[in-house]
Nanobody, 125 residues
Framework: QVQLVESGGGLVQAGGSLRLSCAAS????????MGWFRQAPGKEREFVAA????????SYADSVKGRFTISRDNAKNTLYLQMNSLKPEDTAVYYC??????????????????WGQGTQVTVSS
């Protein structure tokens, strides 16, 4: 069982930056693909970014490509999402997730086995 806890959300103005963290406990995440998803009010959960267990492969949603950077520190058992040039449409609850089943990267939420409780990101115009 992997426990994931997100932090770092908050209120920022458009064009600003935030760094989200996802701290894992109970088990190491060093062999897991990790991802970030988000859900805005009235909308379905959507893929944001993912990173392979080694950090050698990443994937980003088109809407965040070039602005967000996913990274991991396996020694600290922590996943990060650096968010730059934030836009009001980035406003959502952000969730981190772990895929324990394979080494391949996935954009699909049903491939991920464990989820954090989410952290709110609000971007004002």
């Amino acid at each position: 069982q992997v426990q994931l806890v997100e932090s770092g959300g908050g209120l920022v103005q458009a064009g600003g930056s935030l760094r989200l963290s996802c701290a894992a406990s109970r088990r190491a995440i060093s062999t897991y693909t990790m991802g970030w998803f988000r859900q805005a009010p009235g909308k379905e959960r959507e893929f944001v970014a993912a990173i392979s267990w080694s950090g050698g492969s990443t994937s980003y949603a088109d809407s965040v490509k070039g602005r967000f950077t996913i990274s991991r520190d396996n020694a600290k058992n922590t996943l990060y999402l650096q968010m730059n040039s934030l836009k009001p449409e980035d406003t959502a609850v952000y969730y981190c997730a772990a895929d324990t089943a394979s080494y391949k990267i996935s954009r699909h939420s049903d491939e991920y086995d464990y989820w954090g409780q989410g952290t709110q990101v609000t971007v004002s115009s």
